[in-house]
């Protein structure tokens, strides 16, 4: 992609803001800034799986092997930190939940209307469906052509972002997808994850700048 300088980062941001790409109070940023809590876990690929449970005809694991043999996606979205750092034009790959869901590699009771995200260590993240069945929202294996390093979620993560001239998708921060993700659960009723429990906004729609509940 791009390598800039400071002049060139000012310049990109006035791009991306005159096409109308940058959300309110944020401000672009060419590095890609690691944000969590707690440790990196390690991934064992002998042990790993990834399940889908809750409001389900049938549950589901796959192994890391199994999983690297679903269909495959790719979307390339803005992505809008709570922290106030966007990044333009990330290229993510991965599995698409919708893709899951037509293709019947999930079966999807009528109840299901909410996700929630599990994550290593009992990390948790709350979306609801409609979010989830979007274009952009992702469950990623690689961020630019590379596979994702450790810090930024290796090897599974969810990722949702804005596609520019999708105005018509909602945008959540990059927060509402989970890193070292390891299953979605689909629930009647919504659960508020570990950010959100700690006062962050439910919807977290990055137009309405919806940051804190
Ligand atoms: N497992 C886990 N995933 C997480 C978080 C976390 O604390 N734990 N933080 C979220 C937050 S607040 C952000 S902004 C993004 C940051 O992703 P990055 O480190 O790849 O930039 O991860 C999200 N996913
Ligand atoms: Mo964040």
Partial sequence: MFNFKGPDRRKEEERISNEKRLPPGQSLTVKFPVLHYGPVPRFNPATWDFRAWGE????????????NKLPRSRVV?????????????????????????????????????????????????????????QENFLLATHFNGEPLTPEHGAPLRGVVGAIPGRDELTSPYLWKGAKWLRGLEFMRQDRLGFWEKAGYSNSADIWKEERFA
């Avoid at 049938?58 to 890391?64: G, I, L, P, R």
């Avoid at 919708?98 to 599990?118: M, N, S």
């Fill in 77 to 133: 979205m803005d992505i809008h930190c709570v922290t106030r750092w966007s990044k333009a034009d990330t290229l993510w790959e991965g599995v698409s939940v919708r893709t899951l869901v037509e293709q019947g590699f999930i079966k999807l009771k009528p109840a299901a209307q909410y996700v929630l995200e599990h994550a290593e260590y009992g990390f948790t993240v709350n979306l609801p469906l409609k979010v989830v069945l």
């Fill in 56 to 67: 389900v005809e049938q549950e589901q694991a796959w192994t890391w092997e199994e999983f």
